[in-house]
């Protein structure tokens, strides 16, 4: 089944549909930039599409295509400012930060960090309801 090419009438990157195929994946670094950590899910397009009744009550802001997030925190392809798309990051405040110039350069670079470990030391054992 070939997938649309086009979402909330944005023609869409060519390797949009590739990003389900590549694993999981919770955060992005670019060279020489801090890592960013990317919220969660990635929508898939059935839910892509029936996000766009929604956008205004969720005030997503003109030109931006959401692809991964709760709708308070999401990453968004941007044609706001022309028809090949960056990718930005919107926050529950709908402040805009760039991730990307491109959905390439995000594509290629957005990876599973590793999980932090946990500091236990001054915990004594039988005296905390965590579980170690």
Known sequence: MKEDIKLWGFE???RFFELHKKGSFDSI???????ISLPFPLLRTEE???QESLKDDWEIPVGLLPFMGDMHDLVCLDYSESNSPSVVLIDDSRMKI???DNFEDFYNNVYLAPEAKIDSSGVIEGETWLDF
């Open 98 to 100: 760039k991730i990307t």
């Open 48 to 50: 892509i599409k029936n």
């Open 29 to 35: 670094r670019i060279e020489g930039q801090q890592e």
């Open 12 to 14: 869409l990157p060519t």
